[in-house]
């Protein structure tokens, strides 16, 4: 895969992983399971990228999601959700210059 690709796939993986999988009401275990492997997968992707500095972007884009997640679960977090998107834009701007070069 092209380094175009697994960026994309790995952003595709990230935007659809369950971040409440915790709150299932039913077959916890399973759900565990699933946000686990979805969260290995997208460490696989990450590590597969041979620019540190895109594999270290997408690793704290992950971590800036979850973390708006978990702000914004119970209640609105405004502030949470601005840094989030000023902290997302940071990110994808280092993300993607890089792999439309590549492209």
């Given amino acids: 895969m092209r380094t175009t690709e697994i ?5 595709d993986v ?3 992983q369950d971040w409440y ?10 759900m565990r399971d699933k946000a686990y ?3 290995r997968y997208f460490v696989e992707l990450v590590a597969s990228i041979n620019d540190s500095t895109i594999r270290k972007a997408l690793r ?4 800036a999601t979850y973390e708006n997640k978990h702000a914004n679960m119970w209640s609105k977090n405004e502030t949470a959700t ?3 998107e000023t902290k997302k834009a940071e990110l994808m701007a280092v993300i993607l210059p890089s792999y439309n070069m590549a492209a």
């Fill in 7 to 11: 960026i994309n796939k790995a952003l």
């Fill in 14 to 16: 990230m935007n659809g």
């Fill in 21 to 30: 999988w915790f709150m299932s009401d039913y077959q916890v275990a399973e």
């Fill in 37 to 39: 492997g979805t969260m």
């Fill in 60 to 63: 704290e884009l992950w971590k």
């Fill in 82 to 84: 601005k840094s989030y």
